[in-house]
């Protein structure tokens, strides 16, 4: 017998109909003798109908309210498997995130969970009921309600898993499994029977929205054995697990992208000690995150620092980059938010060298041109014009020949 926790996202609980489907999928997995611990998201639009809906009454709403009201879709969710469940005569429990207590930091919006109590978990497993928790919330120290960022009900259920030392967490999904990159762009993408931790933490922070950052974190700090499946599909799907060096690792694994990202460029600074923070600074301190930098070697005691941001935080980092260029009497700033970044990924890129020469030759003989580029151990980074971005994608996938096993 083993202990499952098993998250099923927006798609797979979308319709009624839907969450009939993963209720008697539970049924019969609970039949073959395992403990089930389920985490479900809202229903697919939901999360965003209700940022449209407080949009339209405040365009900056307070953290604290937005956390109210977008913990809402998950609590719909719950509720109705649990009635779905009983239904078919099978007992089930929904817990919100701060019933639970999942609790979190006060950060709202993206809080970061600091504990689980687990106990009324516990205590229903066993009494034989199923658990149904809502995913993407907690609470913070005070009582108040937190989410944890969009796609954050993946992060629910790998930190309920590591916190109940689960077998196995598991996310169905709408796509069978991790893939070379997205099979929505790529046809030819081939699906992955394992990853790295390492591998898919740099897919998912580089853009492949298939599971939240921080779920793979908590995977790889506690050790959780992560699935990736379909929630429509029979299959084994993607294993993701330590690196485990008897295996053969290809030297690519994939290609993730990003298309929400914007560039900023000041020039003609001046050259001098401290330029970086006092350009960088007062964009910190208005919580933009910075990606990728570049300063360019200096010349006539000037330079030029180009960074790149959320395309979302893009006017509100021009309003700053412009004052500042003022107050460094620097010559200008430029900007383009119609920007994409393209990044290769392997573990076995540590071992090969001229991965980046291969990636640098595909995109020029696509005449396709490199604005930016930064590297790490296991992945090479680079930005593209978005119009050239699948273009960029399926060439470097076919380049790569990441169709072929
Ligand atoms: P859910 O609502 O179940 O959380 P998401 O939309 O968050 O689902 O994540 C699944 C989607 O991730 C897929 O539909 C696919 O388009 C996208 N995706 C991006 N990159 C990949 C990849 N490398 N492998 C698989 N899916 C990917
Ligand atoms: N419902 C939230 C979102 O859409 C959380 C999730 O689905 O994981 O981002
Ligand atoms: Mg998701």
Do not use: W
Request: hydrophobic share 40%.
């Amino acid at each position: 017998m083993a202990l499952i926790v098993q998250k099923f996202g927006g798609t797979s609980v979308g319709t009624v109909d839907r969450i009939r489907e993963v209720a008697k999928k539970l049924i019969k997995h609970q039949q073959q003798g395992d403990d089930l611990v389920v985490v479900l998201s809202a229903m697919s639009g939901e999360t965003n109908r209700l940022i449209g809906l407080a949009n339209e009454l405040n365009d900056k709403p307070k953290g604290r309210e937005l956390d109210v009201l977008l913990s809402t879709g998950e609590q719909v969710t719950i509720a109705l498997l649990c009635m779905a469940l009983e239904q078919q005569g099978v007992q089930a429990t929904s817990y919100t995130g701060s019933q639970v207590r999942i609790l979190t930091d006060d950060s709202h919006n993206k809080a970061r969970i600091t504990e689980i109590d687990d106990k009324k978990i516990r205590d229903d497993l066993e009494k034989g009921h199923i658990v149904v928790v809502a995913g993407f919330q907690g609470c913070d120290p005070q009582g108040n309600i937190t989410t944890l960022g969009r796609g954050g009900s993946d992060t629910t259920a790998v930190a309920l898993a590591a916190a109940l030392k689960a077998d196995e967490c598991q996310i169905y999904t709408d796509v069978d499994g991790v893939y070379t990159t997205d099979p929505r762009v790529v046809s030819e993408a081939r699906r992955l029977d394992t990853i790295t931790y390492e591998e898919m933490l740099e897919m998912a922070s580089l853009g492949a929205k298939v599971l939240q950052i921080r779920s793979v974190e908590f995977a790889r700090n506690y050790n959780v054995p992560l699935r990736v499946l379909s929630s429509f599909k029979e299959g084994g799907g993607t294993l993701i697990t330590a690196e485990d060096p008897t295996m053969e690792q290809a030297v690519i694994s994939g290609i993730a992208f990003n298309r929400d990202e914007a560039k900023l460029t000041v020039l003609g600074v001046p050259d001098h000690p401290g330029i970086a923070t006092q350009i960088l600074g007062p964009i910190a301190k208005e919580n933009i995150e910075v990606d990728m930098i570049i300063q360019n070697t200096g010349h006539d005691s000037t330079t030029d620092f180009t960074f790149t941001v959320h395309r979302n935080d893009f006017q509100a980092a021009l309003d700053i980059l412009q004052k500042t260029s003022v107050l460094l009497g620097a010559k200008s700033v430029i900007s383009d938010n119609k920007i994409a970044k393209v990044s290769v990924v392997g573990v076995g890129m540590r071992s090969h060298a001229g991965i980046a020469n291969t990636m640098f030759e595909t995109l020029a003989n696509e005449d396709i041109n490199i604005s930016m580029i930064s590297t790490s151990e296991i992945k090479i980074s680079v930005v593209v014009d978005e119009l050239l971005l699948d273009n960029a994608v399926k060439s470097l996938h076919k380049a790569f020949k990441l169709e072929h096993a």
